[in-house]
């Protein structure tokens, strides 16, 4: 058995602490906590598992990783913490750990990180024999391993289409919706998650990597923005209002230019209430989807619709993700020290949890 840790408990590290416990070839060794009010719980009830575990949340990383752990799944923020998520995912890499995390979007291309970023991991790995595997949903398998598999059922390909449709009132996260996306702010308010350049340095790297696999040679990597205000005040269950007038939905796109015209376009369509752009992309049924379309021939369509905690479709994207980067430990156990991305690490079947049950 693997011994894993899962560091930090929000919205993926309650998805992360049910994904180890249900891996046949892991054990949950520790749960690192930031919130002192944590500390001391069960992990069993901070998964949302309705069951002890019998593993004790702590805040003593010294311990935890003295105590050398195989793997660490890094669950804590990266978003306004960036650098020091990198410190913590260096210093579990040095312990000896293969570590997997959505944390650090620039390493999701980790060929084309920067220095700054990747140096630090290489230098660590050198030390310490750790490993590192970054992904998620969008960014993540939403486009990558995804759209290359279902390009592969394609004559001809033209245009390579990812879309990420949600309502953002599903999503557990005020700040982050309120002002790294912007959502209720008034419309000369710049989000930091849409400034000029910031999506190339989140989703740009999928591109990349959809290119390399391809074959194709990118020209460029152009945005394209679009925001829309609310026409009326609306009520969110877990977010609280959002005003007339103030920022209500965003269009974004990530393209990969290829010969000159768009060939490799990552979508966003975010919205705080389903009213608001309504001519815009909307999901099948329900408060989120993530889409594939393969323009060429045959066109092909594919949409994934995941729920979890509740039938929350956010919640369910984020077990996508963990989904993705736990059943990646055993694989990366096995192999050489290294960091890895996407195209290194297959996306396997899920053997041994055929089954296997949860409360």
Same mark, same amino acid.
């Given at each position: 058995m693997i011994s894993t840790v899962v560091w930090g408990t929000g919205n993926v590290g309650r998805a992360a602490i049910r994904a180890v416990e249900a891996h046949p070839a892991l054990k949950l060794a520790d749960v690192l906590v930031h919130n002192p009010d944590k500390v001391g719980r069960d992990a069993g009830e901070l998964g949302g598992l309705g069951q002890d575990l019998g593993v004790a949340a702590t805040e003593?990383?010294?311990?935890?990783?003295?105590?050398?752990?195989?793997? +660490?799944?890094?669950?804590?923020?990266?978003?306004?913490?960036?650098?020091?998520?990198?410190?913590?995912?260096?210093?579990?890499?040095?312990?000896g750990a293969v570590v997997v995390t959505p944390a650090l979007y620039a390493l999701y291309d980790q060929r084309g990180a920067p220095p700054e970023l990747r140096e630090p991991v290489l230098a660590a790995i050198a030390d310490g024999g750790g490993s590192l595997f970054v992904s998620g949903v969008d960014p993540g398998w939403g486009n990558d391993v995804l759209p290359l598999l279902i390009s592969g059922l394609g004559?001809?390909?033209?245009?390579?289409?990812?879309?990420?449709?949600?309502?953002?009132?599903?999503?557990?996260?005020?700040?982050?919706?309120?002002?790294?996306?912007?959502?209720?702010?008034?419309?000369?308010?710049?989000?930091?998650?849409?400034?000029?350049?910031?999506?190339?340095?989140?989703?740009?790297?999928?591109?990349?990597?959809?290119?390399?696999?391809?074959?194709?040679?990118?020209?460029?990597?152009?945005?394209?923005?679009?925001?829309?205000p609310l026409e009326a005040t609306v009520s969110t269950r877990t977010m609280g209002e959002f005003e007339a007038g103030t920022q209500g939905a965003v269009r974004f796109e990530v393209q990969g230019i290829v010969g000159g015209e768009p060939r490799i376009v990552i979508e966003h369509v975010t919205r705080i209430h389903p009213s608001c752009a309504p001519d815009w992309p909307t999901p099948p049924d329900g408060d989120g989807a993530?889409?594939?379309?393969?323009?060429?021939?045959?066109?092909?369509?594919?949409?994934?619709?995941?729920?979890?905690?509740?039938?929350?479709?956010?919640?369910?994207?984020?077990?996508?993700? +963990?989904?993705?980067? +736990?059943?990646?430990?055993?694989?990366? +156990?096995?192999?050489?020290?290294?960091?890895?991305?996407?195209?290194?690490?297959?996306?396997?079947?899920?053997?041994?949890?055929?089954?296997?049950?949860?409360?």
């Open positions: 003593d990383i010294d311990a935890v990783l003295a105590a050398g752990p195989r793997a +660490v799944v890094y669950a804590a923020s990266g978003d306004v913490r960036p650098d020091e998520a990198l410190a913590d995912i260096v210093r579990a890499i040095r312990a004559s001809t390909v033209d245009v390579i289409r990812c879309q990420e449709i949600f309502d953002y009132s599903t999503y557990d996260q005020s700040d982050s919706v309120r002002y790294l996306v912007g959502m209720g702010q008034p419309m000369d308010y710049e989000p930091p998650m849409i400034a000029p350049t910031v999506p190339t340095m989140v989703w740009g790297g999928q591109v990349r990597l959809m290119a390399r696999a391809l074959g194709a040679e990118l020209d460029e990597i152009r945005e394209t923005l679009e925001r829309r993530h889409r594939v379309v393969i323009e060429g021939r045959p066109r092909i369509a594919v949409t994934v619709e995941a729920t979890d905690e509740g039938e929350n479709r956010s919640a369910g994207g984020n077990a996508t993700a +963990v989904g993705r980067l +736990v059943s990646a430990v055993d694989w990366l +156990v096995a192999a050489e020290p290294g960091l890895y991305d996407a195209l290194d690490v297959p996306l396997r079947p899920a053997v041994g949890k055929l089954g296997r049950r949860q409360p």
